[in-house]
């Protein structure tokens, strides 16, 4: 259902009360209440991608159960006015925690400072001398916050609360890298486990994030916890993200292609359901404009620092629109992360950030490692992963040209655009992997990858993707990239030594005339291109010339 007014939407808040009473637009997810009291696990854990509404919804379940306020008319005409749950409707003490406003310097104290004002907010009678003392001790170590709390408000007005965390995991992943990881760590560690395992006072807590940090024994005090996470739940499916009949009953409202914002914004999976992106959506709709609304996060500088060559491949063909099927870890070690990140983890970090989808593959998932099929879902995330690749990993310099394409019309400058860019982005970091004498002469799949991760990150992203190691003519092209000023193929050559390039180029550049690479596509002007390599130097020669006229350009 959706209610407000569509001329009016509001992306700067979280607050349900704020959306509802300023008759902002407002897509009616009030049926999270419903699935949050009917499930039985008293701890749960819900993990999401970013930016699907997970502190709207938490503040949504405050705003219902609360005991302190008449929120009834907030609900007037939403799903859970109907549900038989309305009868929990402000009946109880609830105690709302946002993590994602901590710092690491003070995040004691005024984890601290907010238990107490909620105690002194609740309790007006005398309390037992252990709460007395946790509000009066300046020894913020205290980790029985909660449990004091709950017992507190118990003790006062013989009702058992409900405890939400917000973003459990945000200071955690701003600081695995740091010594104030395993701190912060052993703090969340004890403070669940005092408040939440076994509580008499505790009705139910609610913890959400975008990771699911468990091997590190975060949780390993809760045998009462039930996780919901974007690999396995099938109770929240519908509650994060917006669904296809939410985009029907929107598009009473606006007027745009359903099909064209599905390319844009909808693919990330939570339990095999693609969903689409609450924030992107409903940017678009208030701007009715098409463009990338994600922004990076720091997960993208873990993701630079943690990118080797094999990683780098699998990134590329992601970026050339392939499907890869990997293992993924379910849950995300930092520790691993810090000192020798496996694929399961770094790729589990990526899907579970919400950068990449993954769809579980056919077969028996083994102990916390799954099979899954990923992709770049849409155009927005393409466009996102594009500049991440040109910015962080191939470190484009901002005196060059703002494409490799930019100067196609005049091959003379094609090529040395081309090669100076490629020489640029190209760095000794790229090539850390090859040890020794090995460094002399890099293996060509380093240079293909490279060009074509150039070639995926560059131009519109709705171009046709460039194409690699495919059939033509008598052989197989290195890479093909078909435009509308013509089409492009690239062939590479390693070469032994600096004085060979000039030598190797042109070889590149015959073998795609003698292969008769591109001849299916004819009609159509066909750029030829041949590079040879030597560590970070690279020559190039360009023809796009019939194979009888001796017009060829080389660019030292």
């Given at each position: 259902m959706v209610v407000g007014n569509p001329k009016k939407i509001d992306l700067s808040t979280s607050s349900f009360e704020r959306m509802i009473e300023r008759g902002n637009l407002y897509v009616d997810k009030t049926r999270i209440i419903e699935n949050f009291i009917e499930e039985a696990s008293s701890v749960q854990l819900i993990t999401r991608q970013r930016r699907l509404g997970k502190s709207l919804n938490m503040d949504t379940i405050r705003c219902f159960l609360t005991d302190k306020v008449d929120n009834r008319h907030l609900f007037k005409g939403l799903y859970i006015e109907q549900s038989h749950v309305w009868k929990y409707v402000n009946s109880s003490p609830v105690f709302y925690f946002n993590f994602k406003g901590l710092n690491v310097k003070t995040y004691r104290e005024r984890v601290h400072r907010m238990i107490r004002l909620y105690i002194e907010n609740y309790c007006q009678t005398s309390i037992n001398k252990?709460?007395?003392?946790?509000?009066?001790?300046?020894?913020?170590?205290?980790?029985?916050?909660?449990?004091?709390l709950t017992e507190a408000v118990y003790e006062t007005t013989g009702k058992r609360s409900y405890l939400l965390i917000d973003e459990y995991d945000k200071m955690l992943m701003d600081n695995y890298k740091t010594d104030k990881y395993e701190e912060i760590r052993q703090y969340e560690t004890l403070l669940f486990s005092a408040g939440?395992?076994?509580?008499?006072?505790?009705?139910?807590a609610l913890i959400t994030g975008v990771m699911r940090i468990s091997r590190e024994s975060l949780f390993s005090g809760l045998n009462n916890i039930k996780v919901f996470d974007i690999f396995s739940d099938r109770t929240y499916t519908d509650n994060y993200g917006l669904t296809e009949e939410e985009i029907d009953e929107l598009q009473e409202f606006f007027d745009f292609d359903k099909a064209t914002l599905k390319t844009w914004y909808n693919g990330i999976m939570v339990n095999g359901k693609p969903i689409y992106n609450t924030?992107?959506?409903?940017?678009?709709?208030?701007?009715?404009?098409?463009?990338?609304?994600?922004?990076?996060?720091?997960?993208?500088?873990?993701?630079?620092?943690?990118?080797?060559?094999?990683r780098r491949k699998i990134l590329t063909k992601l970026l050339n629109g392939e499907k890869i099927c990997m293992s993924i870890e379910e849950r995300i070690s930092l520790m691993d992360l810090l000192h020798e990140a496996g694929d399961e983890d770094f790729y589990s970090l990526i899907v579970q950030a919400g950068y990449l989808s993954a769809e579980?593959?056919?077969g028996e998932t083994v102990s916390e490692t799954i099979r899954a099929i990923m992709s770049i879902p849409n155009i927005e995330l393409m466009l996102a992963w594009k500049h991440f690749i040109l910015k962080r990993v191939f470190r484009v310099s901002s005196s060059h040209v703002r494409s490799v394409f930019e100067n196609s019309d005049n091959l003379p400058l094609f090529a040395k655009d081309l090669e100076r860019i490629i020489t640029d982005r190209l760095s000794h970091h790229d090539l850390g992997s090859l040890k020794g004498e090995?460094?002399?002469?890099?293996?060509?799949?380093?240079?293909?990858?490279?060009?074509?991760g150039l070639l995926c990150a560059d131009g519109n992203t709705q171009q046709k993707y460039p194409l690699s190691n495919r059939e033509s003519g008598d052989g197989r092209f290195d890479i093909f990239?078909?435009?509308?000023?013509?089409?492009?193929?690239?062939?590479?050559?390693?070469?032994?030594?600096?004085?060979?390039?000039?030598?190797?180029?042109?070889s590149a550049l015959e073998q795609i005339t003698a292969k008769r690479y591109g001849a299916e596509n004819s009609t159509k002007r066909l750029v030829?291109?041949?590079?040879?390599?030597?560590g970070k130097n690279c020559k190039i020669s360009c023809d796009d010339k019939p194979a009888n006229l001796p017009s060829i350009t080389t660019i030292a």
């Open positions: 252990n709460v007395e003392q946790y509000l009066s001790s300046k020894n913020f170590d205290d980790t029985d916050g909660f449990y004091y939440f395992k076994d509580n008499p006072y505790l009705e139910k924030y992107s959506t409903m940017s678009f709709l208030d701007e009715n404009k098409y463009k990338c609304f994600w922004a990076m996060s720091g997960i993208m500088d873990t993701i630079a620092e943690l990118i080797n060559e094999n579980q593959a056919a090995d460094r002399k002469k890099v293996p060509e799949i380093l240079y293909h990858v490279f060009l074509l990239i078909e435009r509308a000023d013509g089409n492009f193929i690239f062939e590479l050559k390693s070469s032994e030594k600096a004085d060979n390039l000039e030598k190797d180029a042109l030829k291109v041949g590079i040879a390599f030597v």
